[in-house]
């Protein structure tokens, strides 16, 4: 549940999903979210498990559950040394691995590594959002202001269809499936041609 965590500053700061995107994940999940491995005391999301800096480390914990939502740090934690991309991984890992269905609200970045690795060829599908200046709530309080980054709702799992008729709403829905197992982003000054 920490976006825009980047500097001494924001790490201080509880910044939470918007309360529109927590219902909808809600509806999504049947009403029953069981991990938030992102979650801090502002938390709105009301995971049957949240792990919390710094008594738990989100990315350390078990993600063995059935239904997750990632709102991660959207920058790099130097105390740590993470970034958004191991968030990204474990995401991925969690639906390879458990079957889990996995939620995550993140920057749109589509020339990222972690865009190239963890979403395009591994995720379902994802929803742009439309808010050009998504409004994350800053400890518990809806402040106004908007984040600098267009956001998207990223989601691993089976049920596309479901996915699509709770996100439409929101944003561009596009199915990711086809693209499963392929190598996205291949440099094309790297390419040896014949």
Known sequence: MTAGRSNADSLSQGWCTPPKYVRAIHDFFGGVVALDPCSNRYSIIGAEVEYSLPTSDGLIESWKYPSIFVNPPYGRDRE???TIRDWLRRCAESHEQYGSEV?????VATN??????????????VSFLYDTRLRFLENGKDVGKGAP????MVYWGENYERFESTFICFG??????HLRGKIIGTDINQMTFL
Do not use: N, Q
């Not at 939620?103 to 920057?107: E, I, K």
């Not at 990222?112 to 599908?125: C, L, N, P, Q, S």
């Not at 980054?149 to 998207?152: F, H, N, P």
């Not at 561009?172 to 499936?177: E, S, T």
């Open 172 to 177: 561009a829905v596009i199915d990711l499936r």
């Open 149 to 152: 980054m267009s956001c998207a």
């Open 80 to 82: 740590r040394g993470t």
């Open 103 to 107: 939620l995550a609200l993140v920057p």
């Open 112 to 125: 990222t590594r972690h865009w190239k690795e963890f979403i395009f060829g591994a995720a379902t599908a």
